[in-house]
């Protein structure tokens, strides 16, 4: 990752400020579950007694806390774009509501224009 790459990695999946569209969404959440998945296929390969295994699963139980405040953050950005308040994101706790509701900001198109969340979509709301 190019240095100048990592602010925007990091508004993208630490911060809640801003809107995201439906592509970023999504590749965030692809890119979320594929750090969560590979720590736990890579525990599931040794021994469950071996050091290597508890090396890997709390490699796993880390990315998975942190995964847990990338997902509410992009979730909040997405809201931001459709007009709607992050804290709606708490919806994710529910466990069918949360299928609901990523589906839906998977295919719900943004806002035109500015929002109250920022002008551009795909950008921190302090670039505006």
């Known amino acids: 990752m190019a ?3 990592w602010p925007l990695f990091r508004w993208l999946f630490f911060r809640f400020d801003g809107r995201i569209s439906r592509v ?20 599931m390969l040794v021994p469950p007694e071996s050091v290597e295994a508890g090396v ?9 806390v942190t995964s847990v405040m990338g997902m509410f ?6 809201l931001h774009d459709l007009g709607r308040n992050g804290v709606e994101a708490l919806v ?6 949360s299928t609901i509701a990523i589906v839906y ?7 035109d224009g500015p929002t109250r ?6 950008a921190p ?4």
Request: charged fraction near 10%; proline fraction near 7%.
């Open 73 to 78: 953050a992009i979730t909040a950005k997405r």
């Open 117 to 122: 969340f920022g002008r551009e979509t795909n």
């Open 24 to 43: 970023p969404f999504l590749l965030g959440l692809l890119l979320l579950g594929v750090l969560q998945v590979f720590p736990f296929y890579r525990f």
């Open 56 to 64: 890997w699963s709390i490699i796993f139980l880390f990315i998975a």
């Open 3 to 5: 240095s100048q790459d």
């Open 125 to 128: 709301a302090s670039t505006v």
């Open 92 to 97: 994710l706790m529910i466990p069918i509501a």
């Open 105 to 111: 900001l998977c295919l719900a198109p943004g806002n």
